[in-house]
């Protein structure tokens, strides 16, 4: 299907088109239609714990941070930069030297210690496919909208897309646009070390592979679960990290291993099923990915990203 029928469908399947056909102006791009109107964003006052719950409550990966007296957008935390936060890259520094490990200390600074400020975002007059473009191209999974006056009026994300796709790509199979390059970790790994996988690899979420507990001989290896950049920042914004500690140390959090938190009953595909099939699950099971196997062997996954990039084609 091509990129234009695609797009001409995602117009058609407008959220709520009633709704918005008062609100949008001439004034305004056709990706205002699809886009989220009403954004939770935080001042940069706001602190790392308290960013944190509020994703995982509205089920966000990424968070706004706004001016609370102009409302102009300073910058955006997201799912990745709390992993790099907690061991995954260069703002652990934050937790190792500033607060010298101290994690409940380091939690409780200033989201702007950690938030992104060079914010990618969209105009309010951008079309849908500048949206899917752009996207590709900077290797985005959502923008902010903002208006002349840089007020954030929406936002747009990857599964925005997916899910006004859901039952339309009848053509297009899994095995065409899934990503084979695996990188893959087990059940014994610590959340610090799945956190540098996933920042330094630009992965949300990362295949858990081990012995099947339920063969006691194993030939190979065998998909046990999935670790999401979500599945992490739960951990930590449902306050589950804090039954770990003991003394405040940071350690007594890293070392929990991804067989506490991993997914174990995962929702997973074959190479033969239509993308337009694999949109409806991840919009049911509220999932970005799913993991694509063979005779109960990994071969590849499936996610929004490779999903847009039907659209781009």
């Known amino acids: 299907m091509r990129r234009k029928e695609l797009i001409n469908i ?19 791009g056709d990706i205002m239609s699809i886009a989220k109107r009403e954004v939770v964003t935080v001042p940069q006052s706001a602190t790392i714990k308290e960013s944190a719950e509020i994703m995982v409550k509205n089920k966000f990966r990424r968070l706004p941070i706004t001016d609370p007296g102009t409302g102009k957008i300073r910058g955006i935390v997201t799912a990745m930069d709390i992993l790099d936060f907690l061991g995954g890259g260069d ?23 950690i938030m992104t400020s060079n914010v990618e975002v969209l105009s309010h007059k951008s079309s849908i496919g500048d949206a899917v473009s752009k996207m590709l191209k900077k290797e985005v999974g959502a923008f902010p ?79 046990v679960g999935i670790v999401t950049s979500t599945d992490i920042l739960k951990f930590l914004g449902n306050n589950t990290a804090f039954e770990k500690l003991v003394t405040n140390d940071a350690e007594e959090i890293l070392n929990t291993t991804l067989s506490d938190i991993m997914i174990n009953d995962v929702v997973t595909t074959n190479s033969q099923t239509r993308l337009g099939e694999i949109c409806s699950i991840m919009e049911t099971k509220g999932i970005g990915g799913l993991p694509v196997v063979r005779n109960s062997d990994l071969i590849g996954i499936i996610t929004e990203s490779d999903i847009l990039r039907v659209i781009s084609g």
């Open 10 to 28: 995602v117009k058609s399947r407008e959220r709520a088109p009633l709704e918005f056909e008062t609100h949008i102006t001439e004034h305004e």
């Open 91 to 113: 703002k652990y520094q934050i937790l190792e030297k500033k607060h010298d490990g101290n994690f409940l200390s380091a939690i409780n600074d200033p989201v702007r210690e």
């Open 145 to 223: 909208i903002i208006d002349s006056d840089e007020k954030i009026v929406g936002i747009i994300s990857e599964r925005d897309f997916v899910f006004l796709l859901s039952g339309v790509l009848t053509d297009e199979i899994v095995e065409d646009f899934m990503t084979t390059s695996l990188i893959t970790t087990t059940p014994g790994t610590r959340i610090e070390g799945a956190s540098k996988i996933m920042v330094r690899n630009k992965l949300r979420r990362i295949p858990v592979i081990g012995e099947e507990r339920k063969t006691p001989h194993p030939e190979n290896d065998k998909l």
